[in-house]
Nanobody
């Protein structure tokens, strides 16, 4: 059974930092592209940052230079370091795993809430 469990969300003031972590089980971590998505109230879920199984990263324009995605294949974790947070970063953040051998499949975590106060 595949499980993605996010942690690290919370309330932070604008300009502050948070580090989200996603622990994966039930998958071969190195055989998945991993990503962080977010969904603000009334908005569609959007990609924040992704890292391929080969280590290539991709970021939404709105977070470039502020957020960093990283993986630890030994621990099966993917982290999102978020710096210089803005109120518009407020959202539920979700971890996702895309198996490279089954592009039609995407696994989701349950999400963690991030609130940035102004």
């Amino acid at each position: 059974q595949v499980r993605l469990v996010e942690s690290g969300g919370g309330l932070v003031q604008a300009g502050g930092s948070l580090r989200l972590s996603c622990a994966a089980s039930g998958i071969i971590f190195s055989m998945n592209d991993m990503g962080w998505y977010r969904q603000a109230p009334g908005k569609q879920r959007e990609l924040v940052a992704a890292v391929t199984s080969g280590g290539r990263t991709n970021y939404a324009d709105s977070v470039k230079g502020r957020f960093t995605i990283s993986t630890d294949n030994a621990k099966n974790t993917v982290d999102l370091q978020m710096n210089s947070l803005k109120p518009e970063d407020t959202a539920d953040y979700y971890c996702a795993a895309d198996p490279i051998l089954n592009r039609a499949k995407r696994y989701w975590g349950q999400g963690t809430q991030v609130t940035v106060s102004s």
